[in-house]
């Protein structure tokens, strides 16, 4: 039998040209894995029959919606996490899933090779490759948009003498990397950084700008899981689909950023999110009503930590999962409901309502029924600044002594 090699197939014309590219350099068999992540667009059966039609010796369709949603989606909404306090890691979650599927095809298949098409300046190939060295380490890996430097143009110059059925015509001057949990633009007029984007390149979010009625939502939360929308149970890859709906009609979620990539380059990034930031915003405020003050205060250090191991490329690593341990901890009382305002670009939250709240009526009241102990303050605040009292009467000394 030919050795095998296991393909990340996009459909897109950097990885229908590794099809024949990859059969000719390995002289293996060539299975392309198409992993439906939500990226919507082109029927990813039609996808798999392009793969076929390039010359793939068999081609794969998993559909990983589901566990996108729960297993890597719901998390980041528990971490709160935002890279760079603005971009809700949306390529950075779906690779680990990815690399995931790819292994156990490669498992299935007896492959011994693995290839993707990221090119040698992202993130994406160390999401990859860092993926597959914990899952798989025995798998060879390939990348032949960076390894053997293909340019556009000779990558279409290339799918033209083998005859590959892609349509080179309609390619958007734009890098798009689209899933249930956001769309990333990148390229094109926008490494400029001082150029505006365009209309154009939105597709999840709505212009903020155009006048529309507000959409007001109830999201409840489980233990810092979002469960239902407006009172109506929903699976989580149901809950974002109506979330990117709601919040994306009313033009929530769009991010334009200056980005630190993990190869030194900074990078002009535009995002749309609107689920991500929608629930993020909910989740964030269920926690400052539910977490006790430290636990929170510590929590934000542990979220930071998580989105840049999970940017970085490290989600199968042991630091990731004794941080989501101690998420997971840290949500046992986030439960509740927000309710929030969708409206010109913004997800405001307008209630909050808990069993598990902290906030306590009688302390919290300036008004009739007040039962915080107002004499216990005076104390309280002496001791609490005896220690700056302390150091400035001893530099007030020091000076003294000094002149
Ligand atoms: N800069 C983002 C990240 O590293 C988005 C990458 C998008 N990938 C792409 N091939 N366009 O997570």
Not at 143 to 160: H, L, N, Q, S, V
Request: aromatic share 8%.
């Amino acid at each position: 039998m030919n050795e095998r090699v296991v393909l990340a197939f996009s459909g897109g014309l950097d990885t229908s040209v590794a099809i024949p590219y990859l059969a000719e350099q390995t002289g293996g068999d060539v299975i392309a894995v198409a992993v439906d992540v939500g990226q919507g667009g082109e029927d990813l059966d039609a996808i798999a029959k392009r793969a076929i039609d390039c010359g793939a010796a068999e081609a794969e369709v998993v559909d990983a919606r589901e566990e996108f949603a729960a297993d890597f989606c719901l998390p980041a909404v528990r971490a709160n996490a935002l890279y760079m306090d603005k971009y809700p890691l949306l390529s950075g979650l779906s690779r680990p899933l990815i690399v995931k599927h790819l292994v156990a095809a490669a498992q299935k298949h007896g492959a011994t090779m693995v290839s993707h098409g990221c090119t040698g300046k992202g993130n994406d190939q160390v999401r990859f490759e860092a993926g597959l060295s914990a899952l798989a380490p025995h798998l060879k890996v390939i990348a032949p948009a960076r390894d053997f430097a293909w340019t556009r143009d000779k990558a279409i110059e290339y799918a033209a003498s083998k005859n590959l059925p892609i349509d080179v015509s309609s390619k958007s001057p734009y890098s798009i990397d689209q899933n249930l949990w956001g769309r990333a633009v990148e390229t094109g007029f926008l490494e400029d950084i001082w150029n505006a984007p365009i209309e154009d390149i939105y597709s999840y979010c709505a212009d903020p700008a155009v006048t529309r009625d507000p959409d007001e939502l109830v999201l409840t939360f489980d233990s810092g899981v979002p469960v239902a929308i407006d009172g109506e149970t929903k699976t989580p890859l149901e809950l974002i689909a109506e979330l990117n709906a709601r919040a994306g009609a009313q033009g929530v979620g769009r991010i334009d950023m200056v980005e630190d990539r993990l190869v030194g380059i900074k990078s002009r990034e535009v995002y749309e999110a609107p689920a991500a930031i929608a629930l993020i915003a909910a989740h964030q405020e269920l926690e400052a009503v539910t977490l006790e003050r430290d636990l929170a205060r510590f929590k934000k250090g542990t979220e930071q930590r998580w989105t840049e191991l999970v940017y970085d490329g490290l989600w199968y690593s042991p630091l990731r999962e004794a941080l989501d341990a101690f998420i997971d901890s840290s949500q046992t009382h986030v439960s509740g409901d927000i309710r929030m305002t969708l409206h010109g670009g913004r997800a405001t939250v307008t209630g909050r309502r808990s069993d598990a709240s902290l906030y306590d009526f009688g302390l919290a009241t300036y008004d009739e029924g007040d039962a915080f102990d107002q004499s216990l303050a005076k104390g309280f605040v002496e001791l609490w600044s005896l220690p700056s009292k302390m150091a400035s009467a001893r530099d007030a000394r020091m000076k003294e002594g000094g002149q």
